[in-house]
């Protein structure tokens, strides 16, 4: 399998040389040249795979038809040291919760750092360790975060030969929860750097440094963003364990053939959306992919109007779900390749010219786009802040289950697109304990703390405290470098 660019670019790459690259060439993203298909009897080989040998010898199945410059026995070996019950608290890795008959959750979010991001960057933490190795080389990863995504990484990191991260976060805008989870690593291959400033302050410090070539190059600076391809595949997985789970559930020993599933995927950067969109196009029988967004309603206005428009900062609005708060949607490029039928130079024209200079595009009447619901399966919604409380009571009294407030705007919005027959499985992207202060807000307690986290707020903290400025920050990872 050779890998292009959604800006056609003419090189075609293996999947090692873009593991460890971020954007391609001309700033498009790395998409496979064709998604191998998955025919009724491979399915059906796939559901015996999992229910006998396990979630790390379904995702090898998945990953092999896409890797094939990592030789088998090592890809299965680092498939299974990933997805284990030790690293993500049960055999089933993504179990699914039945909620009311046709309608369920799946759990990913049980991994180290309490978010689905986990499911992805522990992978990406082991194959980034076995590729370098083979290589010789090292890796120097920058990142900024606003919460899940630094802990992810640097919780999949820790330890590993050949990498260190360093990780910038806004100063005291995290929740004391993921603040205690990254602050309290005390691995030498991490680094906490909190910047006096915003998100946006972060994100601008590590495109700087990334657009200092030179400093790049000595310093061997990469990213875990999650544009990464390799991300999005580890994530394809898990609509394949859930399609298993939820027909399994609802049709007994009954023949499944043709049984179709929706999945509605609490959405920002179009990231875990988009590997169920991978995950149809290989054959998944996914009769819709229903894309939930909060106030930040980028998505769900491009799916009812066509018109994608990028926010400015100061109309990105700070949520209860902070994960999906979002100006621009980094993936979603992806899908509107195959939308557009992969015509890469109308890529390059909507994203790179339209966007830098208008800040938008429309589709609306585009004939591809009027199509996009009936070939793509796509439809959206929209929840905010009082429907998430609303959605977190509801679910509490009526089933007893607590959800954290990015799985209730998935659950709010999946009820609006329920179908008789058709099973909605809503993904489950972070536990409560990570949004304490809203779940109290909306059920007067707080939520259960996994006995690993009992007191991680009064643990030793490592993290320096730096000016929003990228040459202080270059100067910081130039003396952690040896
Ligand atoms: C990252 C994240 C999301 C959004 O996922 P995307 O892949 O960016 O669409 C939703 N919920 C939680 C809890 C997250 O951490």
């Known amino acids: 399998m050779k890998y292009l660019s959604t800006r056609g670019h003419a090189d075609r790459k293996q999947f090692c040389e873009i593991l460890l690259e971020g954007l391609a060439p001309d700033g498009g993203l790395y998409l496979p040249e064709t998604y ?16 006998d040998s396990g979630y790390a010898d379904l995702a ?10 990592i030789p088998a026995a090592d890809l299965k070996a680092l498939c299974r040291k990933t997805y284990t019950e030790a690293v993500f608290g049960t055999p089933a890795i993504v179990p699914l919760r039945q909620l009311e ?3 369920y959750l799946e759990a990913l979010s049980n991994g180290p750092t309490l978010a689905f991001k986990d499911m992805a960057m522990q992978l990406l933490g082991n194959l980034f360790e076995y590729e370098l190795a083979r290589r010789g080389e090292e890796l ?37 929860f993921q603040q205690a989870q990254m602050f ?26 990334s657009n200092d070539l030179d400093f790049k190059r000595k310093y061997k600076i990469g990213t875990v963003n999650s544009i990464n391809w390799a991300r999005l595949l580890a994530q394809v997985v898990y609509y394949f364990a859930g399609y298993f ?40 029988p996914i009769d819709k992919l229903v894309v939930a967004t909060n106030e930040n309603d980028v998505l769900d206005e491009f799916f009812r109007t066509g018109v994608y428009r990028v926010r400015a900062s100061a109309d990105t609005h700070e949520t209860s779900s902070p994960s999906m708060d979002i100006s621009k949607a980094s993936n979603f490029e992806r899908f509107v390749f195959d939308l557009l039928g992969r015509d890469a130079a109308r890529v390059a024209d909507l994203f790179g010219a339209q966007l830098s200079t208008q800040g938008r595009f429309d589709l609306s009447g585009d004939t591809t786009f009027q199509s996009a619901a009936r070939h793509y399966g796509f439809a959206s919604g929209k929840s905010t802040h009082a429907d998430r409380l609303q959605t977190i009571r509801d679910t509490f009294a009526r089933f007893g289950t607590m959800i954290d407030t990015h799985t209730a705007d998935g659950l709010k919005v999946a009820r609006e697109h329920l179908s008789a027959g058709v099973p909605m499985i809503v ?12 779940i109290e807000e909306a059920l007067g307690q707080l939520p259960p703390r996994p006995a690993r986290f009992e007191g991680i707020e009064a643990l030793p903290k490592r993290v320096q405290l730096m000016p929003a400025d990228a040459a202080a920050v270059k100067a910081y990872i130039a003396s952690h470098v040896d």
């Open 36 to 51: 191998p298909q998955v025919d009724a009897a491979t399915l059906e080989k796939w559901r015996a795979v999992y229910r």
């Open 60 to 69: 090898f199945e998945v990953l092999s038809l896409y890797i094939d410059d």
């Open 101 to 103: 008959p046709g309608l």
């Open 140 to 176: 120097n990863i920058l990142g900024a975060t606003s919460g899940d995504t630094g802990s992810a990484a640097e919780y999949a990191m820790r330890g590993k030969k050949g990498v260190r991260v360093f990780m910038t976060s806004p100063q005291g805008r995290m929740s004391p």
């Open 184 to 209: 309290s690593l005390q691995d030498a291959n991490i680094h906490n750097i909190a910047i006096e400033g915003v998100f946006d302050d972060c994100q601008d410090i590590v495109k700087a440094v």
């Open 245 to 284: 789970q939820a027909t399994q559930a609802s049709t007994g020993s009954a023949r499944t053939e043709g049984q179709k599933v929706r999945f509605t995927v609490p959405s920002g950067n179009f990231g875990n959306v988009c590997a169920g969109h991978v995950a149809r196009m290989m054959g998944l």
């Open 427 to 438: 993904l489950e992207t972070a536990l409560p304990i990570k949004f304490a202060a809203t």
